[in-house]
C-alpha cells in the first residue's frame, strides 16, 4: 500500500526472526494496550505469533483466513528462509490478501490497519492478512444532498465501503485507487482516485503532490485536507466540492475529475471544482432535460437573490427611489412610516437574526427543532412587524433571501453567499447601488481570479469555452453533448462519439415512395 | 526582457475588452453631438472608418515585431534613452487619460445618481476597485470583462426594445441627413471621434502583443472595432430619433435622457440610475487598461513587476481625476478642445505613424540585404 513516508513508528531494523525480541519491541511501542494480542501459535514445526488489535480486528474473519489455514497444514510442516515463507503463506493464505513484510515499522503499520501479522521463529519476515472489522454504519440514504428520483445510497464512514460503492459504479479498469497517509498522530488512509486516460494527467499529478505535501497530526474529516490542498484558502468561495453521493462522485470521475477519499467520513472531494459545479444537482441527469434545464436557471436567480437581495432593497429603498414604480413606493414607504431605524440597520438587524435561528436550527437536538419555528416565525417575525420595529416589507426581503440560499444543492456552498449578503448590505446602505455594483464587481474578479488545480474557478463561462455551454445554465439532452469538460482537459476529450437523437431520421420524399412501394402497407 | 510569468489573454478576451473599452465612455458622454446634430450617426460612421486604418497601424506594428509590445518597439525603433523618454511620455498620457475617464463617470455618478455623495468619496471607491481588479492582473480583467460582457449587450438591446414599445422613437427627427452638408460631420469626426473611443486604442498595443493566439490578433481587434463602431453609430441613431438633434446636443449625458424616456406600462420607467451601472463595466474597463497601460511602461522603465505600482500610482490616478478641473464644464471644455490636439494626435497618431514608417524601412533594407546579398561585407567584418 502506497506511500506511508510521513506515518513512522517502530524501528527500521529488519525482522529478525527472534519472536521474544519482537514480543519486547510491540510491548515497548504499545506498551500496556489491552486490545493488543500476541498469541503463540505452532505452524508445523515451528513456533509463531500472530499480533493483531482485538478492537479492529473482525473475529470471524481471524478465524477464516488465519487460523483455519493454519490449522490444515501438515504436522511436518517447517521453514528455514524468507522463500520458504512467502511460498508457504502463498500455498496456505493465497486468496486472502496477504502481504509479506520484512521490518518492524511495517509491521507496526499494518496492525494499526487492521491487519493480523504473524511472525516465526527464525523468518527475518512476516505476513499480514486483511481482517479488518470493528464498528460500521450500513449503506444510508444520504443526509445533505437529498434527491426524489435517483440513487438512494450514500457513503459512510468506512473506506472499503466507500471504495466499493465507487467501483461498483463504474465497472472500467481505468478506475485507479492510489492510497497515501496522512497525519502524524492519526496515520488516516487516503485515497486518490482517478480514471486513468480520462483526467488530465497533470491535474492527478498536481493532486498527488498536495496530497504527499500535507504536513498534519490529525485527519478526520475531508474538511481537515481541503484546506491544504486548495489553491486559495482565503476566500469565502469553496474550491473543492464535497458530497456525500456516489453517483456525483462517479459522474465527476467520468468527466475527467478526481476524487479524494478520506477513511472515515462519508464525505467525498471532487477536485478540480469550479462555480458551476455547485449550481448542479446530480438529479439535474435523471429527470427530463426541460426540468433539469429550468431547475438550474432557478438556482443561479436563487444564488443571485440570496446574494443582493437584501442590499438592492435597503440602497434602492435608501437613495434610487425612483427606480420603484410609484404605487409601490407608496405602498412600501407607507409601511416605513414608523419604522425607528434607516433600512440599513433593518435589513442587519433581520439578516442577523435570521443567521442565529438557521445555526440554532441546525445544532439543537431533533426532539426541540419545532420550537425553533415557533419562536422564529411567530415571535420574532410577527412580533417585530407588529411592534413596529421593522417593516413587513423587509420581512418578505429576508424570508425569499432565506429561502433562496437554501435552494443551492450544496449546502457548503451557501457560505459563500451568506458572508458576502452582509457585506453587500453595508456597501448598499452607505454607497447605494454605486456600492452594491462595485463589491459586485470586486465579488467576480475575486471569482476570476480564483483557481482551482488549475483550472480557472469560472471557466465555461470566463473564459469562455463554447464546447462546454451544453451543460452549463442550461443541461441539453444527454446525446446531444458528445464531449468530456474541456476545461478540465481531459486526456480523451470525447466521451460518447456515436450519440444520436433517439427520434428517426428524416425521411425522404423519394426514399418513401419506395418504401410504399416494397412494403405496399401504407394508407 | 519578458519574465516567464507573462499574462495572456485569449482572443475572445482580447475582442471584449477592446469593444468595451471602446465602447465604454463614448457610449456615455456622447461626444461630438454639439457640431454634427441630427448626422451625428454618419459622422460615427465615418469615425470609425477612419479609426480602423488607425488600428490597421497599431496591429501592424506589433505584427511586424511579434512579442513585443509598444514599450519594446519604441526603444527597438528610436533607441534606448529616446525610448525610454517617449516610454515616459506614453505612461504620463495613459495616466492622465485613466484619470480623465474616470472624471467622465464620476461626474456622471454625481450628477445624475448619488447628487449628494462628494467626488472625492466615488473616485476612491471606484479608484479602490479598479486597484484591486489591476493588481490581480490582465488575466482577470479580461474574464471579468467576459463575465459582463453579456448584460452589457442585452442592455443595449433592451433599450431599443423598450423604446420600440414605448413608441419613443420617429425617425423624422434624423431629417434633413446632412442638411448642412458634410462640413460640420467631418469637422467633428477629425480629431475629436476618431481619436475619442478609436486612437485611445493606442494602449492596447501592450496586451496585444501578448495574446494566445497572435495570427487572429489582428483581425480579432479589427472585428471589435467595427462591432464597436457600429454599436456607437446605432447608438447615436437611436438618440437622435429619440431626442431631435438639438436635444441631444444640448444634453450633457443624452444616453441617460434617453433611458429617461422609457415608460412601460407605469411599471418600467426610469431606467436611467440602472443604465448607469451597466455602463459602469465599459468605464472600468476603460479606466483599468489604461492604468495598467501606465503600469506596465513603468514596469519597462524600473524592471520592478507593476504590481508594486499599483496601489501607490492608482491613488494618485484618483487624485489626478480630482483636480484635473474645477467643474465638469472646465473638465469637458479641456476634453473637447486641449486633449484630442495636443495628446491625442501626437501618441495616437504622430508617433505611432513615425514608428510604423521606421519599422517598414527597416524591414525594406533587410529584404534588399537578403536579395542582393552582403554576405561579402559581412565576412569582412568578421
Known amino acids: 500500500m502506497g506511500s506511508g513516508e510521513r506515518y513512522r513508528s517502530g524501528s527500521e531494523l529488519p525482522l529478525t526472526g527472534n519472536l521474544d525480541e519482537c514480543r519486547e519491541e510491540m510491548t515497548e511501542l504499545f506498551g500496556e494496550t489491552k486490545d493488543l494480542r500476541m498469541e503463540d501459535l505452532q505452524i508445523g514445526q515451528k513456533q509463531a505469533m500472530l499480533l493483531y488489535l482485538l478492537t479492529i480486528t473482525d473475529a470471524q474473519l481471524l478465524t477464516e483466513r488465519v487460523l483455519q489455514p493454519i490449522g490444515r497444514l501438515p504436522v511436518e510442516q517447517s ?54 472489522g470493528g464498528g460500521k454504519r450500513g449503506i444510508q440514504e444520504p443526509t445533505t444532498q437529498t434527491i426524489v428520483k435517483g440513487p438512494k445510497d450514500g457513503f459512510v464512514e468506512d473506506l472499503r465501503t466507500n471504495l466499493s460503492l465507487l467501483r461498483k459504479r463504474i465497472r472500467n479498469h481505468k478506475l485507479r485507487i492510489e492510497t497515501f497517509t496522512i497525519g502524524t498522530d492519526t496515520g488516516t488512509n487516503v485515497c486518490l482516485i482517478y480514471m486513468k486516460g480520462i483526467a488530465n494527467e497533470g491535474i492527478v499529478e498536481e493532486a498527488r503532490k498536495r496530497l504527499q505535501d500535507i504536513r498534519t497530526n490529525a485527519v478526520f474529516e475531508t474538511g481537515n485536507i481541503e484546506e491544504f490542498i486548495a489553491d486559495k484558502t482565503i476566500t469565502p468561495f469553496p474550491t473543492v466540492y464535497s458530497t456525500e453521493r456516489p453517483d456525483a462522485v462517479s459522474a465527476h470521475l467520468v468527466s475527467g475529475k478526481a476524487a479524494i477519499v478520506v477513511d472515515g467520513t462519508p464525505f467525498v472531494i471532487t477536485l478540480p471544482t469550479v462555480f458551476n459545479d455547485f449550481m448542479i444537482a446530480p438529479e439535474d441527469y435523471y429527470q427530463s432535460f426541460m426540468m433539469g434545464s429550468f431547475l438550474r436557471l432557478i438556482r443561479y436567480l436563487s444564488f443571485m437573490f440570496a446574494l443582493m437581495l437584501p442590499s438592492l432593497y435597503v440602497s434602492v429603498i435608501t437613495y434610487h427611489h425612483e427606480l420603484i414604480p410609484t404605487p409601490l413606493l ?81 449546502y457548503i456552498f451557501s457560505i459563500s453567499s451568506r458572508l458576502l449578503r452582509f457585506g453587500l448590505i453595508v456597501l448598499g446602505g452607505v454607497f447605494g447601488l454605486y456600492g452594491v455594483f462595485l463589491g459586485l464587481m470586486v465579488m467576480v474578479g475575486h471569482l476570476c481570479g480564483l483557481r482551482s488545480f488549475g483550472v480557472p474557478y469560472l471557466a465555461p463561462i470566463a473564459p469562455f469555452i463554447m464546447k462546454d455551454q451544453k451543460d452549463i445554465f442550461i443541461r441539453l439532452p444527454v446525446w446531444a453533448s458528445k464531449l468530456r469538460p474541456q476545461m478540465l482537459k481531459p486526456d480523451s476529450a470525447v466521451k460518447q462519439q456515436e450519440s444520436e437523437s433517439p427520434s428517426p431520421p428524416p425521411v425522404y420524399p423519394s426514399e418513401r415512395r419506395g418504401k410504399r412501394k416494397s412494403k405496399g402497407d401504407q394508407p | 526582457m519578458h519574465s516567464p510569468l507573462l499574462e495572456r489573454i485569449s482572443i475572445l478576451q482580447q475582442f471584449v475588452l477592446i469593444f468595451l473599452f471602446q465602447v465604454g465612455s463614448a457610449i456615455v458622454v456622447g461626444a461630438g453631438a454639439a457640431d454634427a446634430k441630427q448626422d451625428l450617426w454618419i459622422a460615427e460612421i465615418v469615425a470609425c472608418a477612419i479609426g480602423l486604418i488607425l488600428v490597421v497601424i497599431y496591429v501592424y506594428i506589433l505584427r511586424l515585431k511579434p512579442g513585443y509590445d509598444l514599450y519594446d518597439i519604441l526603444s527597438l525603433v528610436f533607441g534606448r534613452w529616446p525610448g525610454r523618454l517617449l516610454a515616459v511620455l506614453y505612461i504620463l498620457y495613459f495616466f492622465y487619460i485613466s484619470a480623465r475617464v474616470l472624471r467622465d463617470f464620476t461626474e456622471l455618478l454625481i450628477i445624475d445618481v448619488l447628487p449628494e455623495t462628494p467626488l472625492e468619496i466615488v473616485t476612491l471607491l471606484f479608484i479602490l476597485t479598479v486597484i484591486y481588479m489591476v493588481y490581480m492582473g490582465i488575466e482577470v480583467l479580461g474574464r471579468m470583462s467576459e463575465t459582463f460582457v453579456p448584460y452589457f449587450i442585452t442592455f443595449v438591446l433592451l433599450i431599443t426594445l423598450f423604446l420600440i414599445f414605448g413608441q419613443d422613437i420617429s425617425v423624422e427627427n434624423l431629417l434633413p441627413v446632412l442638411g448642412d452638408g458634410w462640413e460640420p460631420v467631418l469637422k467633428v469626426v477629425f480629431p475629436e471621434l476618431v481619436t475619442f473611443p478609436y486612437g485611445e486604442t493606442v494602449v492596447l498595443m501592450i496586451i496585444m502583443a501578448h495574446t494566445t493566439h497572435p495570427r487572429y490578433m489582428p483581425l480579432t481587434a479589427l472585428l471589435a472595432t467595427v462591432l464597436s463602431g457600429s454599436v456607437l453609430s446605432y447608438h447615436a441613431f437611436l438618440m437622435i430619433a429619440v431626442l431631435g438633434g438639438d436635444m441631444v446636443a444640448r444634453s450633457t449625458f443624452p444616453l441617460l435622457s434617453v433611458v429617461r424616456e422609457v415608460s412601460i406600462a407605469n411599471f418600467i420607467e426610469r431606467l436611467d440610475a440602472l443604465v448607469v451601472f451597466i455602463m459602469m463595466v465599459g468605464i472600468f474597463v476603460k479606466v483599468s487598461l489604461f492604468f495598467y497601460g501606465g503600469l506596465k511602461g513603468l514596469e519597462f522603465l524600473t524592471r520592478i513587476p507593476f504590481r508594486h505600482f499599483v496601489l501607490p500610482c492608482g491613488l494618485m490616478v484618483g487624485f489626478l481625476s480630482i483636480i484635473i478641473a474645477a467643474n465638469f464644464a472646465e473638465h469637458i471644455e479641456e476634453g473637447v478642445q486641449i486633449v484630442p490636439l495636443f495628446f491625442h494626435v501626437p501618441f495616437q497618431i504622430i508617433i505611432p505613424v513615425l514608428l510604423l514608417a521606421v519599422l517598414l524601412i527597416q524591414r525594406w533594407r533587410q529584404r534588399r540585404v537578403k536579395r542582393h546579398g552582403f554576405r561579402g561585407t559581412l565576412q569582412k567584418w568578421k
Not at chain 1, 487492521?114 to 527475518?124: N, R, Y
Not at chain 1, 414608523?338 to 440597520?345: L, N, Q, R, S
Not at chain 1, 416565525?377 to 413587513?392: C, R
Open chain 1, 79 to 132: 521453514v528455514a528462509s524468507v522463500d520458504e515463507f512467502e511460498q508457504l503463506c502463498a500455498k496456505m493464505l493465497g486468496g486472502s490478501a496477504h502481504v509479506i513484510l520484512h521490518t518492524n515499522q511495517d509491521a507496526v503499520q499494518k496492525i494499526l490497519e487492521g491487519f493480523s501479522v504473524i511472525v516465526m521463529e527464525g523468518v527475518s519476515a512476516a505476513v499480514a492478512i486483511f481482517t479488518e
Open chain 1, 330 to 410: 407608496i405602498s412600501v414607504i407607507s409601511q416605513r412610516e414608523g419604522v425607528p431605524f434607516p433600512a440599513v440597520v433593518e435589513a442587519f438587524l433581520m439578516e442577523v437574526t435570521f443567521e442565529i435561528l438557521r445555526e440554532a436550527g441546525v445544532r439543537m437536538p431533533r426532539a426541540v427543532g419545532g420550537t425553533i419555528s415557533i419562536v422564529g416565525g411567530l415571535v420574532i417575525g410577527q412580533a417585530a412587524v407588529e411592534a413596529g420595529i421593522i417593516s413587513n416589507t423587509m420581512v418578505i426581503v429576508v424570508a425569499l433571501t432565506a429561502i433562496s440560499s437554501f435552494v443551492a444543492p450544496y
